[in-house]
């Protein structure tokens, strides 16, 4: 027989993943939970705590119990998946607004980033994704020209992989990944509707093609709150 705080548990998460229950609602206090399920207290905070820990409601001492966005895009943290298909994948209504494409000469991070000299060129691309119409991605992505000879406008709003793996013929292999979360930037802010938070998850990606060729360098800057990071792991 399942035991009671599971039996809690199972409804109140089911609502909030239905929206029965919606994001910032306060859930019932612990006393009305306990007359309700007829349950002791015990009980009643062993389901609070699993809702909790599994991010469904974040509880807050004084105030009670508050239901969390749970509408989360998930971002495979291995794999090479393009914004257009994991918006397509995951079936939510997705856009890309270009911000700046042009051709420079790398500073000297960039020389470091894509193994480059002073005289080489790089596309710089800047793209904000919206997600159910909210900014909530900042990308920065440099290729190297060597690669990639040529970006329009049209191929960045697209998909960029698809041109260069179905149109220039590139294999793109694997890549190199970092996860940090820092303090935003003016930059992000003013891009992203950043709304009250302070903090910004970074993955950047060190992309690679088939003969081990370093052609991209990416930072992908995300709002903390519309975000999780999956992965899938085995012991061995």
């Known amino acids: 027989m399942e035991s009671k705080y599971l039996i809690i548990y199972n409804e109140i998460s089911n609502k909030i993943e239905n929206n029965k229950v919606q994001s910032g609602e306060k859930l019932s206090s612990e006393n009305e939970m306990m007359k309700k399920y007829n ?6 905070r062993k389901a609070l705590n699993l809702l909790e820990s599994n991010g469904y409601i974040q509880k807050v001492k004084g105030k009670g119990s508050f239901v969390l966005d749970i509408n989360k895009f998930d971002f495979p943290v291995s794999g090479l998946t393009s914004f257009k298909e994991l918006s397509t994948k995951m079936g939510v209504e997705s856009n890309t607004l270009v911000k700046e494409l042009k051709l420079i ?3 000297n991070f960039l ?3 894509l193994n480059l000299s002073k005289n080489d060129d790089v596309w710089k691309v800047i793209r904000v994704r919206e997600i159910n119409n909210k900014k909530i991605i900042l990308d920065k992505d440099f290729f190297n020209k060597k690669y990639v000879p ?3 406008k049209d191929i960045c709003e697209n998909s960029i992989y698809e041109y260069l793996e179905n149109e220039l013929g590139l294999k793109i292999s694997f890549a ?5 979360v820092q303090q935003a930037t003016q930059e992000d802010k003013s891009y992203l509707d950043f709304e009250n938070y302070n903090m910004i998850v970074v993955v950047k990606n060190y992309i690679y093609l088939d003969d081990m060729s370093l052609f991209q360098y990416t930072e992908s800057r995300h709002r903390p709150d519309r975000f999780k990071f999956v992965e899938f792991a085995r012991r061995k």
Request: glycine letters at 0%; zero cysteines.
């Open 39 to 44: 349950v002791s207290r015990d009980t009643i």
């Open 105 to 107: 000469k790398p500073d």
């Open 111 to 113: 020389m470091k980033q």
């Open 150 to 152: 040529l970006l329009t």
């Open 176 to 180: 190199k990944k970092e996860i940090t």
